[in-house]
């Protein structure tokens, strides 16, 4: 594994929430941050042509190999903006039309503690916690004391800042670790789950075999998982462009598919409790659900809440990136400031795509559980 205190790291305060002010911190070094940005980048330069993504087999394995380090130089450089554009719960969620964006959000980390039956006196892991949006609500929702597991120093200082701030330390705590080797004892902690986070690994048997370990004999993991849907053909060139967007935008090696992740689970000895693909358009309660995109998609309406989204649909965004190139320009942002805006973008625009032809969930619903005998 790579030492990820030795990689090139910008100049953050974990204290700061203006976005603004978070980007005059990263210009103290700018070089720092130009590396990061560098460094991240280059994973992913040799794949630009559209004859290269024919095959790309050596970067999806030169990828994977250096997955931690990818990972890590992807959060400190969006981390900010995701803060800024999306909030602290770093995922989609079943948009019921009903529904204010953050109830929805809300809504989709409680289902997770109703299905883990999470009650207070438990020990419960959040793998890949993000800065702690979701461990904070479902510590609020169930009274259970979660642990949120991150690789990414500054987003762990975030989680304690956010803890403390709003007076859940004693109920939220934060450990930096590597979910692909887990600092934690076997069989210790009731429940876990993982919210859009195990895509990052090489492979998902590595977090999900770590969860096994250090679950106690009867305990659940539930999880939602990004994957490509039977719908995606890896030899559509088009789709795959869709595909590789997704995957360079939100610093993922490679996606894996529904079945592999069904095997995966069942290789490693959990007993499958119930599964199902929440974004699939044809699945039950579609009809009360925006799809989950929606967000990054924009409706233009005047109503409250569209405006309360407009950082996220695309003229945000590009007011967003016009922002930043203006700072950079007259260097009161770091250089690659607007790299990185423009590499969210590419995100946001190919889930979207994703999204409309279903190539892609970012919501694979799963309950598994560690065998009592295990």
Request: glycine residues 6%.
């Amino acid at each position: 594994m790579t030492n990820t205190s030795d990689l090139p790291t910008p100049v953050q305060d974990p204290e700061l929430t203006d976005f603004m002010l978070r980007l005059r911190k990263k210009n103290t070094d700018s070089t720092a941050h130009k590396k990061t940005v560098d460094s991240y980048s280059k994973y992913w330069d040799a794949d630009h042509s559209e004859e290269a993504l024919k095959d790309t087999d050596k970067t999806v394995a030169e990828r994977r190999q250096n997955s931690d380090k990818l990972t890590n130089h992807y959060y400190d450089l969006v981390t900010d903006f995701y803060e800024y554009g999306w909030g602290t719960s770093f995922h989609f969620a079943r948009m019921f039309r009903d529904s204010s964006f953050a109830q929805c959000i809300s809504r989709h980390e409680d289902y997770l503690a109703l299905k883990l039956q999470l009650k207070a006196g438990q020990k419960c892991l959040d793998v890949g916690c993000g800065v702690g949006g979701p461990l904070r609500e479902i510590a609020k929702f169930s009274g259970a004391h979660i642990t949120g597991l991150n690789n990414n120093e500054y987003q762990v200082k975030r989680c304690h800042y956010l803890a403390k701030k709003f007076g859940l330390s004693e109920l939220c705590d934060a450990v930096k670790g590597d979910f692909e080797n887990m600092p934690f004892a076997d069989n210790s902690f009731d429940a876990a789950y993982a919210i859009e986070a195990c895509c990052h690994a090489r492979h998902l048997e590595n977090p999900y075999g770590q969860v096994f370990r250090v679950l106690k004999p009867g305990g659940y993991f539930a999880c939602y998982e990004w994957l490509t849907t039977d719908r995606y053909d890896e030899n559509n060139l088009e789709q795959k462009k869709i595909i590789h967007g997704v995957e360079e935008g939100d610093g993922i090696a490679k996606l894996s598919t529904i079945p592999e992740l069904l095997a995966t689970l069942k290789q490693l000895g959990f007993e499958v409790i119930e599964y199902a693909d929440l974004a699939d358009p044809d699945g039950p309660m579609q009809d009360a659900q925006e799809p989950w995109y929606t967000p990054l998609k924009g409706t233009y309406s005047l109503e409250l809440e569209q405006l309360y989204r407009w950082r996220m649909n695309p003229l945000g965004r590009i007011m967003t990136t016009m922002l930043t190139s203006t700072l950079e320009t007259l260097r009161l942002a770091p250089p690659g400031t607007t790299k990185v805006s423009r590499l969210l973008n590419l995100a946001a625009d190919s889930l979207v795509k994703g999204g409309e032809q279903h190539l892609f969930t970012p919501m694979f619903f799963f309950l598994v559980r560690k065998p009592l005998n295990a």
